[in-house]
């Protein structure tokens, strides 16, 4: 049988695949996701220099890290200094209703950023978001992200130079979820819906409210993947074919 034969009869096939895959597609554009989602802190993890870590709220919607009862290294109680407190992280879940493709607000972070004492802080902690679908996705799942902390030293006057950060590090792994047999991924686009905010920057003694964005997008199947790399080799195969007939 000729090569170009065998490549034809694949390519048909692949194309009956695309076909029903493209049909799915579209079906799963026309989705609508919806439910209400709440989140809750897990273990941190501490940096190396974090040797007496503290922190609670493990299990909960509020965490609290690093010994808050003391001044800055460049103030002192006696200058006026005012003792701030710990670090502390609230997250509160809503409802939503999102498309596929569609960034939607999945949960409120609140950022409190303290004064703590060095070497008790942590450096990464999990947030476990738990989504309840409505209606008839009926799925209840939690997804797991990192937020990771970067505590500065509090050593200069400039309260920017002092200021502390929360960024997201979205590296763990189940984020997927299946419906009707397809697989879909829950991604966090960051802190804001139009660009991907990723960090948060809060100055000493304040207190940063923002939102979290979630994007709900479809995985494609292995069959499809593999149609396409095929309808590649064939196009580039028939290319060579053309330029050595002519």
Known sequence: MKLSLIFATAISSFFVSATAGFGFSGQAHALTFSGISNGTWGEPTPGSLDINPLYTGVGSNTFIWGDGNVCPPSLSTSSGCTITGSNELIVNGNSFSTDINSAFKIADLTYF?????????????????????????????????????VNT?????????????????????????????NKYTLELTGFNSDFRQISIEGLEGTT??????????TIPEPATVAGISLLGIYLISRKKFLEKKY
Request: no cysteine; charged share 20%; aromatic share 14%.
């Open 113 to 149: 950023n303290g004064t703590v004492l060095k070497g008790t802080s942590v450096e990464f902690v999990p947030l476990n978001l738990n989504v309840s679908f409505r209606s008839a996705v009926g799925i209840s799942q939690v997804f797991d992200f990192n937020l990771r902390l």
């Open 153 to 181: 030293p509090n050593e200069a006057t400039d309260p920017k130079i002092n200021a502390d950060f929360v960024f997201l590090d979205t590296n763990f792994s189940n984020r997927s979820f299946i419906f009707e047999g």
């Open 208 to 217: 940063t409210k923002v939102a979290i964005y979630a994007k709900i997008e």
